[in-house]
């Protein structure tokens, strides 16, 4: 059978489109991939005393028992940077039961990405087998799967170490230290971004942030936490993706979310989140009131309390996202509170606890918030109710309640927010009570000047019903 010439000529320019299209991609990939560069120990600043002992036990016996085993990501990233690691991540040739033989306080974890957790204590040596690239024709799906939107679901498919480097997010977390040779390979220029400070993410950004759109949410953090900047082809895509924050589980977010705003570096984080478009997934019912010129109360309020956040961690103290969500989504609560009592003609206390509902409703289905934080959250706020009542015994009975100092921290943020000259007195005066000894705090009480004295509120006596015949 003669086939048509067009048909000929057709398949002809289809073989040979795709060979180009072949050879074309090969190139790209060529160009992208930077050849692997070892840099010997005495050109780098990393030093095993910086080490956690227990990694570097569990690098050691992974060598011993024949695997290659690595110290990897941001563990290195910071040794590297002269900062000290938080954490230590390992990856390896073994797989994760072949971990588990060798450590007995050893656990599997994870279901996207099976883990091999190493249990010293208090801390936890995660560990990681070298990931592979996916194909695109696999069929276990109980290995890879992936959703309609691009995400990874599942991914439990094994490679090499040159795999594994380009399956990582960002350049400067793709860099392995050996404590075999005590080197660091470098396989996509790492060590180069690094010295020079930029964000860069590994292979295509637009389908590296649909297989994890956290991955937008990690670039904005490094820069800030690093004070880098983010490169122009990793950035581009962020602004027309964040959309895809929504697709992520909300308990997952929520713990993003301390991350971001919890770091000691929260205040720079939150502006990139704005400029980026990433701040409205995690928080709308807040970018709803966000103003052209960010000089609201509210925008006030977030600036302010972010700036206090990383002051306090910068100086070691506790910090309570209880607090940072209660500033936060004070303002929208207030317009709810408002909103409630003008449409339904509700007292304002009872509008103002439909409208804790409400927003708190609204927050957790973007971030899965946990009870025990809604629970103190609402405390905080109603708590800004009764600091005004202050006659008798209720500034004593308040001061009592677990909540207080929290309550007064953030009426005194509201004060400098608004530039309210009634809130700023009402502030001043809680400052000076709860430091002041017991007789100036009843001379306090007792001069609080014009404000009207609380009234005794006397019961009026029941009237009795008429007594029947017979009744005893």
């Not at 010439?5 to 072949?22: E, G, M, P, Q």
């Not at 017991?438 to 009207?452: T, Y």
């Not at 006596?461 to 007594?467: C, G, I, T, V």
Request: positive net charge; aromatic residues 8%.
């Amino acid at each position: 059978m003669t086939l048509p010439r067009c048909t000929i000529f057709t398949r002809v320019a289809n073989f040979c489109r795709k060979v180009l299209s072949r050879e074309e991609s090969m190139v790209v990939e060529a160009m992208a991939q930077p050849q692997m560069t070892v840099i010997p120990r005495e050109q780098h600043a990393i030093s095993r005393k910086d080490i956690s002992e227990n990694a570097l036990k569990v690098l050691y016996r992974l060598n011993k028992a024949g695997y290659d085993a690595y110290l990897v990501g941001g563990g290195v990233r910071d040794l590297l940077l002269g900062k000290k690691p938080k954490d230590f991540d390992v990856t390896t040739s073994a797989t994760p039961d072949q971990v588990r033989k060798l450590f007995r306080n050893c656990r599997l974890v994870g279901r996207r990405f099976r883990l091999a957790h190493v249990m010293f204590g208090p801390e936890i040596i995660e560990v990681a087998t070298f990931r592979g690239h996916h194909d695109e024709q696999q069929t276990d799906r109980t290995i890879s799967q992936r959703g309609q939107n691009g995400m990874l679901l599942r991914d439990n498919i094994f490679g090499s170490i040159e795999e594994d480097a380009q399956r990582r997010d960002f350049t400067i977390n793709s860099l392995y230290y050996s404590v075999a040779d005590f080197t660091v390979r470098d396989y996509v220029g790492g060590m180069r971004d690094l010295e020079e400070g930029v964000i860069r993410l590994i292979g295509n950004p637009e389908t590296r942030y649909r297989e994890d759109p956290v991955r937008m949410l990690r670039a904005v953090r490094f820069a800030a936490k690093l004070n880098m900047r983010i490169s122009e082809e990793t950035a581009e895509p962020i602004p027309r993706l964040a959309t895809l924050i929504n697709d992520v589980p909300p308990a997952r977010l929520f713990e993003e979310s301390l991350k971001l705003l919890q770091a000691g570096y929260g205040y720079e984080t939150y502006r990139l989140l704005r400029e980026y478009g990433l701040f409205q997934p995690l928080f709308p019912s807040i970018t709803r009131y966000f103003t052209e010129k960010g000089d609201s109360p509210m925008e006030r309020i977030i600036d302010q309390v972010l700036k206090n956040t990383d002051n306090r961690i910068r100086n070691d103290m506790r910090v309570n996202p209880a607090f940072l969500f209660a500033a936060m989504f004070w303002y929208p609560l207030l317009e709810n509170a408002q909103r409630i009592t003008q449409e339904g003609g509700l007292a304002y206390f009872d509008a103002f606890a439909l409208a804790m509902n409400d927003v708190l409703d609204e927050a957790c289905r973007s971030l899965a918030i946990p009870k025990r934080i809604t629970t103190l959250i609402r405390d905080i706020w109603q708590l800004q109710l009764r600091m005004s009542r202050r006659q008798g015994k209720r500034s004593w009975k308040l001061m009592e309640h677990p909540k207080f100092r929290a309550a007064y921290d953030l009426l005194a943020l509201r004060a400098e927010a608004e530039n309210n000259g009634e809130l700023q007195r009402l502030a001043k005066w809680w400052g000076e009570f709860q430091v002041s000894a017991p007789p100036a705090q009843k001379d306090m009480l007792n001069n609080l000047g014009d404000e009207p004295a609380e009234r005794r509120r006397h019961r009026r006596p029941r009237k009795r019903a008429p007594r029947r015949e017979g009744s005893a």
